[in-house]
């Protein structure tokens, strides 16, 4: 099964841009759509971006929309968010995610640990 790890969380104030990183490893990454979900302490997962399993196909959440975008890089084995004008309400632990299915499905198995993004305002 493929592996997980995020980085490039951290510290913003409002406004500022941040990038996200996702490293997979011990699967065959091309197989899989990947996405982007956050968590805020006492809220639910929520979906953030998604993307299938080229990068010709993305989906986005309203709340983010024109502001994150999602990429992969197939021959690197990663996946990125990058994240510009970003407010407090998108505090959250980040996490990536894979599936074997619809990237815009609720059939996410394979998790990374997640990374805290703390935007201040």
């Known amino acids: 099964q493929v592996q997980l790890a995020e980085s490039g969380g951290g510290l913003v104030q409002a406004g500022d841009s941040l990038g996200l990183s996702c490293a997979a490893s011990g699967g065959t990454f091309s197989n899989y759509a990947m996405g982007w979900f956050r968590q805020a302490p006492g809220n639910e997962r929520e979906f953030v971006a998604s993307i299938n399993w080229s990068g010709a196909v993305t989906y986005y959440a309203d709340s983010v929309k024109g502001r994150f975008t999602i990429s992969r890089d197939n021959a690197k084995n990663a996946l990125y968010l990058q994240m510009n004008n970003l407010k407090p309400e998108d505090t959250a632990i980040y996490y990536c995610?894979?599936?074997?299915?619809?990237?815009?499905?609720?059939?996410?198995?394979?998790w990374g640990q997640g990374t805290q993004v703390t935007v201040s305002s």
């Open positions: 995610a894979a599936t074997t299915g619809h990237p815009h499905s609720n059939d996410y198995d394979h």
